[in-house]
């Protein structure tokens, strides 16, 4: 998130830009308007929702390194499918283990793919974006249609070519997320990424002697940044799916690591008789996929100005850099 | 039109043309000795050699891809490592359980989407277009797997209305028994896929009502269901178009997941047991017909979008 963070602008400034006049006000709005963007986020209820989930299943992991009602390992053969009650909470499964204990365990997993996926899809989509945007046309143009083609591969497929070649692990879920989605970003964040490119508010930047990184980092990334966080709360939500699409086809984590799709697919083979126990691996896939899908959802009506018509005035930065 | 068109194959061409190579190179040079990789940590040296020389990996990759390529354009897709039988005879075997699947749960996805869709943008604010917009919310965010899951303990462990899982032995030679062991497999695909399409014909009609025709037909004395039947829908019709190629892609994902939970012996299990036993040959096929099958279907729904759309017909 510290493309939000409005710390960051101090941190972008140099001395050089602060003695520049007409560059302030740009730099002072934007972090004003970044601010506005969050509360917006919050004063929506999905917004709302979606944080408190993110909120929820990230302490939910972290507290689970340190206590869990039970040691999710723990077999116990004496407690074999105790119904929901107490001390087991949801119940025990076929060995014993205590369901809430290794739902707590299995956030871990569910956040380590969602971050590790996040990160190799913000690499691909920001890289694979610049190249298409700010390269010379004919490597420009290949970029895009080579992102218009690589869009085409679902994630299982590129999942599975993975997996064919070095074996089911999370890293499967995590570079094939990554990839999948990575494209998608860059699908969408490459015209925006040439419409903020020839914006007026980049030109004024290059001509008061920003040089070329410094005018990315403090006018083009911040600009595509709604467009892309958006995008990279869906696509953690997919890397939440596809960890349990593929666990349960025995691609993703190894069955000796708690995860949910692991669980889902440990407890499959009993529906019949206890089919209770499904049903809670399943609800927190759900609920944390509802809620970075949400989340995304917020984001971006938060910050599309087109749907606020009173603040597109504040977001429009050409006048206030050239006055 | 036919210039578009042209264009637009020469662009599937070259998308097919990625694709191979990217699973060819991927599933080859990558990993370094693929016949080492076959064969396994406990082989021999001669094993492996021997391995390589019958795979033809002696040969430049370069001229081993030729090969593949020249064997795909005659319709050979490869043949298995584990039982040397040819990949493209078994793939349309498997085919004849993954496209009725496949059908089926466009179908429902389609019965589900569009008019729920329609009804939720219809009646938005109202009690019962949010909660038709809620709940594909939520069923949007249903992993696939657990939604067959549930769906089997409601409809096959406590209803016992339909079989829980498995295919006939005899196939398509008993069309009832094979129609109901698709029927919870089709389902539980049409239900997440449709709730996406129908978050997608919601705000395709969202839009349609916010559109000055409609509201010019309205004033004209048309009520305003019937100024967005005629004037809305077709526009909407237009959009739910675009997303079939997506939607079809999520049909072809699905079934690989369901086919494994339900044991249906269709192309996405094959693909599935052929990554596990690593028949990379196979799996290579396999990938291939999968990517080039989507690839097509996007080629087909992009025409014929072209060709429905009078404005994009115009510009053309």
Redesign the interface.
Known sequence: MSATDPRRDERASTPGARRRPGIRPARRSASRDRRRTLGRLWALGTGRFGIAVVAVVVLTALLSLVWTPFDPAAVDVRARWEGPSWPHLLGTEDNGRDILSLLMAGARTTVLVAVGAGLVATVVGLGLAALGALTPRWVREGVAVLVDILIAFPVLIIAMMISAVWGGSLWVVVWSVGIGFGVNIARVTRPELRRVLHSDFVLAGRASGLTGAQNLRRHLLPNVAPVFIVQLSWGMAVAVLAEAGLSYLGFGAPITQPSWGVLLSDLQSYIAVHPLTVVWPGLAITLTVLGLNLLGDALREASDPTLMPRTRAARTPVPEVIA | MIRYALTRLG?LV??LA??SV??FV??RV??GDVAQ?IAGTESTPAQVEALRESLGLNTPLPVQYLDWVGGLLRGDLGTSLLTGAPVAAELGDKAQVTVPLGIMSLLVALVIGVPFGVLSAIRRGRADGTAVGVGA??L???????AG??L??VFA?WLGWLP?QGFPRSGWADPAAALRALVLPALTIGVVEGAMLLRFVRSATLQAIGQDYVRTAAAKGLTRTRALLTHGLPNVGLSVITVLGLQI??I??GA??IE??FTLPGVGRM??T???T?D?PK?QGE?LA??GF??VV?FLVDLVHRLIDPRQREAS
Do not use: E, F, H
């Open positions: 662009l070259l998308g990625v694709a990217l699973i991927s599933l990558l990993p990789l919310q939520a949007a965010a249903v992993p696939v797997v657990w899951m549930m089997v303990v462990v829980p892609a999520g072809v994902v690989v997941v494994q939970l693909l599935v052929d990554v596990a690593r990379l799996v990938l999968l990517t989507v690839l996007g």
